[in-house]
């Protein structure tokens, strides 16, 4: 009988697309699979297919502990609690000790790039949490996922309209990576059914500056586009400016200078290790999601 694999924040965008990829590209059976979040009523879809659904609220133990009962492989996915400093880890660190006490043999994580040097607002969270699984002795997968694209497509609408993208990333260079490609790469780790520890870092096939970033999103929609080169401080009060929360303006402020202190420029194969395939390049991810680069 095949192992079971629960994944957490699965009515998320990333988790909905582990899970696509567990039955479609590496065909493990909906039986095998547990979809978990806050709200179970939000899986209906998953349900329908022969998914298992159940609640995992990361604040509440209680869930956690009934969620990870008979699981053998456990993704964490990192969840969205930016708001309240210290909140994720604490969630997280719930999430690792309830895996312990379920007897859970082997723990997938969703992390980020060298979080034991990023300048990132939320690379502690993510340090944490790997230290958490490391210290529980239980085998492990970390899977350190690059910077999105799909980030980009939050302000990128705004800015071509304007012609003008302000950054603090300085002439820093950072190997972006498409969430679809990480669900895939995730899903292949969750199905290879190891027991070994690893840690992978998952790259995008090139390292680019925000000026070739730039030139390739204006290439990709027919629009003019320049990266405005501004310092720290200028970008932080831009974003408040435009009515961007406090933690959320601090983060993409950090997030631009761990990319100018060169913190997100690395190049790995692993995605290739894990797939067998090359991620999706810029341009193409750009012109794939042109109409919502022009909203």
Known sequence: MSETILVTGAAGQLGRRVIHHLLETYKVPARSIIAATRDPAKLASLAAKGVATRKA????????????????????????????????????????????????????????????????????????????IKAAGIPHTIIRNAWYFDNYLHGMPHNLQSGSWYTASGDGKVSNISREDCALAIAAALASGTGESATYTLTGSQSLTADEIAAGIAAAVGKPLQAVKVSDEQLGQGMRGAGLPDFVADMLVSADANIRAGNFDLLTEDFRALTGKQTQKLEDFFVANKAALLT
């Open 57 to 132: 609220d990361f604040d509440d133990t209680a869930s956690l502990d009934a969620a990870f009962k008979d699981v053998d492989r456990l993704l964490i996915i990192s969840t969205d609690a930016l708001a309240v400093p210290g909140q994720r880890l604490t969630q997280h660190r719930a999430a690792v000790e309830a895996a312990a006490k379920a007897g859970v043999k082997h723990i997938a994580y969703t992390s980020m790039p060298s979080p034991d040097k990023s300048l990132v607002t939320f690379a502690p969270d993510h340090l944490g949490t790997e230290n958490a």
